[in-house]
């Protein structure tokens, strides 16, 4: 009897460990994303512009000059948030490592490759390409990637976030291509800039 009672209070012990080691590792992937809320905002605010300054052009009568200075704006966005990036996944390479953070990093590359294969197969299908079939589709799965990445880390506020974008991608396949661009812009706008600067406000004030 007293060896089972061993083997039982020793069972509920590891499963209590167990626990305790999930939950904390949870808390650090929580700590790093408000670390990478800088991140956030800083794509957040280049996807924005890149969407928004098309809707622009597209919608109002700008002089060559002017478009010109709109491309060359994204240009540099582009060049900086590439730039920037790289530089901060060097700073952070040495820190805690968890299998939630390279579960996260492993959604975010299949995001990618889901894109390169959704075009190869609207081509294979469609043989042209089709924008305005291709933004809606690719703002789904940008969406599908913002809420398993709230659902691993426990982060309603990213969940939230990622059912918006999703229903703006729905609501958006109803309107031709350069409607769908103020779409988009809204969706970054609520996914990426607004959690970024709420994670980033938290890292700043310690909690």
């Known amino acids: 009897m007293e060896t089972r009672k061993t083997e039982t209070e020793s069972e509920h012990f590891d499963q209590v460990q167990s626990m305790q080691v999930i939950r904390e590792m949870i808390d650090i992937s929580r700590r790093k994303l408000q670390n990478d809320g800088i991140l956030f905002m800083v794509w957040g605010w280049a996807l924005f512009y890149s ?35 790289l530089y901060y996944l060097w700073q952070q390479r040495k820190k805690v490592q968890t299998w939630i953070g390279t579960s996260l990093r492993w959604v975010w590359l299949s995001v990618v490759f889901c894109m390169v294969l959704i075009n190869l197969i609207l081509m294979n ?45 729905w609501a958006s396949s109803w309107f031709e291509l350069t409607n769908q661009l103020l779409f988009e812009s809204i969706a970054w706008f609520v996914a990426f800039i607004l959690p970024g600067h709420i994670l980033f406000a938290r890292k700043s004030l310690g909690k």
Not at 59 to 85: D, H
Not at 145 to 159: K, T
């Open 51 to 85: 969407a928004m300054s098309r809707f622009l052009i597209s919608k109002i009568l700008f002089s060559r000059m002017e478009v010109k200075a709109f491309k060359i704006a994204g240009a540099i966005i582009t060049v900086f948030v590439l730039g920037y990036t």
């Open 125 to 169: 299908i469609l043989h042209e390409v089709r924008f305005d079939l291709q933004h809606p589709i690719f703002m789904v799965v940008f969406a599908y990637a913002v809420i398993v990445s709230g659902v691993i880390l426990r982060y309603r506020l990213m969940i939230l976030t990622g059912i918006i974008f999703g229903l703006l991608a």
